[in-house]
């Protein structure tokens, strides 16, 4: 069954650039109608839809953070992608990775993976 | 603040039937599909309702959706204490600024 894993540093400073990387197991990210995405959770607080990226390179961003993200995919190695540049501690989160079926009108996400705390802080 | 729109809390008793509601507009509740996730206690979110009232395999037919309009609702039948947990509604928004994903603030569901 499809499984995502989300790594990268739990810790980042204000102004870098959070950087974080899902990789992808029990199929490939090549698949066609799936996107791949990502969505943030701040302590205590709802989802925020960061991005989501197609394998051939396509990608859709939240107006809101469209000017700081970057998501990218290596399809040789299954894995999708997230830099958030100029970070602060707003961005402090649980940032998941989820495959994100998406065709016209029709969208969801799932599976997700189990989501990883990135806390911003000097 | 959240595109659409959720109560913050809803609560019932074993048994009883309780529903969430979810408001949007016409670029995104109003002119796409409606999705629901639920997120348990220290989980990930796990889709519940997929195109307004579709429930994946392994999900319980106590669970329903529906859609009118720009507004959407969850209901939940027969409740039970393992249904306690966080309830997020979704859509897909056309909005002219760009197109994206937008979530409900979601609701924490109690049962009492």
């Known amino acids: 069954q499809l499984q995502l894993q989300e790594s990268g540093p739990g810790l980042v400073k204000p102004s870098e650039t959070l950087s974080l990387t899902c990789t992808v197991s029990?199929?490939?990210?090549?698949?066609?109608?799936?996107?791949w995405g990502w969505i943030r959770q701040p302590p205590g607080k709802g989802l925020e839809w960061i991005g989501s990226i197609y394998y051939s390179g396509s990608t859709y961003y939240n107006p809101s953070l469209k000017s700081r993200v970057t998501i990218s995919v290596d399809t040789s190695k299954n894995q999708f992608s997230l830099k958030l540049s100029s970070v602060t501690a707003a961005d402090t989160a649980v940032y998941y990775c989820a495959r994100h079926f998406k065709i016209v009108a029709v969208d969801w996400f799932d599976p997700w993976g189990q989501g990883t705390l990135v806390t911003v802080s000097s | 603040q959240s595109v659409l729109t959720q109560p913050p809390s809803a609560s019932g008793t074993p048994g009883q039937r309780v529903t969430i509601s979810c408001s949007g507009s016409s670029s995104n509740i109003g002119s796409n599909y409606v999705y629901w996730y639920q997120q348990l206690p220290g989980t990930a979110p796990k889709l519940l309702i997929y195109r307004n009232n579709q429930r994946p395999s392994g999900v319980p037919d106590r669970f329903s959706g529906s859609k009118s309009g720009t507004s959407a609702s969850l209901a939940i039948s027969g409740l039970r204490s393992e249904d306690e947990a966080d309830y997020y509604c979704a859509a897909w928004d056309d909005s002219l600024s760009g197109p994206g994903e937008v979530f409900g603030g979601g609701t924490k569901l109690t049962v009492l």
């Open positions: 029990g199929g490939s990210i090549s698949s066609s109608s799936y996107y």
